[in-house]
């Protein structure tokens, strides 16, 4: 579906600048169908955002990321987000 992380960029492997993040879900094992995160984390320091979503689909996870840019400003959202680095879950197939 997408691209391998190997092909991740050095510069965004070395850990040197702030703004590259990763994401990735998690569902709640006792109730997975109310208790969904969304997981963005900075590969240098580690700031992490976390947020619930609906359910575990591309359309909440998009939502989700277009209410955030929204509540930061697309100018800001672009300064903040450098990268984002997903695995190739079906809930990131429309990143």
């Known amino acids: ?10 510069y965004i492997n070395s850990r040197s600048e702030i703004g590259h993040f990763e994401i990735d879900t998690v569902v709640s094992k006792k109730d997975s ?8 984390t ?18 909440s996870v998009n ?3 277009e209410e955030l840019k929204s509540s930061m400003g697309e100018k800001v959202s672009y300064q903040i987000f450098k990268s984002l680095t997903s695995d190739n879950g ?5 990143l």
């Open 90 to 94: 079906l809930e990131f197939s429309r």
């Open 33 to 40: 169908m109310d208790n969904i995160l969304i997981v963005l």
């Open 1 to 10: 579906m997408g691209r391998s992380i190997n092909e991740r960029p050095a």
């Open 42 to 59: 900075d590969r240098l320091s580690r700031y992490t955002m976390i947020f619930r979503i609906k359910d575990k689909s591309s359309e």
């Open 63 to 65: 939502k989700k990321l």
